[in-house]
């Protein structure tokens, strides 16, 4: 029998601006209510990032994140994952503070570094709600994402080793794939394991089919059934390539972090409107949703009792 799909919902992320849309969550509560009515749609993993209240910019604090970390723990039983990616420019120590503070059961990992080209999105707007935005796009020109082996590994053994949690590797290209199979050779993670390949980011690898069909042969090749895989793609891509992953037997993410539409032209006015209608789509397809309890049994995670929030 097929699995159930595993639906990871990111609600906000660090790379849209509160001017792209009036929907974005941006405070405390907003992102808490995002993530709880994401998790009643059919969300079983929910990927948090945290947000200045009063500006919208990504913020690494952890004194941020607790202020919606706790109140989605009390309301869902949904797996809480805490993004290390934080935001573009920040240090690798304050992108892993929030999830530390929190012990959390689950962080995100991006697996190599890359140029992360967002500056094609001021193209499209003009009327800036703060003055950081067309800043914060304009410097990915001349921006690498850094993530080196060595970054990698302190990741690993900070919150891996140090606090129990497991990983969401994010793989935005062929080789981000080989980094991780150096580690899992080297014992410095160890299965079952989650992979997220992400495409359609400007420096990572476009979101052509023929890519999707070709990192999951390799995924295959690398890690045979020790591992999960999902898929994620920016903007249009977003829908086509998560129902096509679940096609192939995988799982899937979608959220206002990878796309602020639900269709052509159309805002999302929710995150829970986007995990309805990829709900709905697998369902259609002859396929279950995962709940958050089959989630955690087969990413073998600690549990949501063992978090400091």
Not at 19 to 38: D, G, K, V, Y
Not at 97 to 116: C, H, I, L, R, V
Request: charged share 20%.
């Amino acid at each position: 029998m097929a699995k159930s799909v595993i639906i990871t919902c990111a609600p906000t992320g660090g790379i849209h601006t509160p001017t792209m849309s009036p929907h974005l969550p941006i405070t405390p509560s907003e992102i808490a209510t995002a993530a709880i009515e994401a998790a009643e749609a059919g969300a079983s993993i929910i990927h948090l990032h945290a947000r200045d209240p009063e500006t919208g910019k990504p913020d690494p604090r952890p004194e941020t994140f607790m202020q919606f970390l706790p109140v989605i723990k009390q309301s869902t039983d949904a797996v809480i994952n805490v993004s290390t990616g934080g935001g573009l420019g920040m240090t690798i120590e304050e992108r892993i503070a929030g999830a530390t503070a929190a012990s959390a059961e689950m962080a995100s990992m991006n697996m190599g570094s890359m140029n992360f080209g967002i500056f094609p999105m001021l193209q499209k707007y003009s009327n800036w709600q703060h003055e950081w935005e067309p800043a914060f796009l304009e410097m990915t020109k001349d921006f690498i994402f850094p993530n080196t082996f060595k970054s990698i590994e302190h990741v690993l053994k900070t919150l891996g080793d140090g606090h129990g949690t497991r990983f969401e590797f994010e793989c935005y290209d062929l080789g981000h794939l080989y980094n991780l199979a150096w580690f899992v050779d080297n014992g410095l993670v160890k299965p079952p394991f989650f992979i997220q390949m992400v495409f359609g980011i400007l420096g990572g690898v476009g979101a052509d089919l023929d890519n999707l069909m070709h990192m999951h042969t390799i995924a295959e090749r690398l890690f045979g059934d020790k591992y999960e895989w999902s898929v994620l793609a920016a903007g249009r891509h977003q829908m086509p390539f998560a129902t096509q992953s679940a096609m192939l037997g995988g799982n899937l993410r979608v959220g206002l972090e990878d796309s602020l539409y639900i269709g052509p032209g159309e805002l999302a006015k929710s995150n829970a409107d986007q995990v309805r209608k990829i709900r709905e789509i697998v369902e259609n397809l002859g396929l279950s949703v995962a709940t958050p309890t089959e989630a955690r049994e087969r990413l073998a995670l600690k549990g949501g009792d063992r978090v400091a929030f």
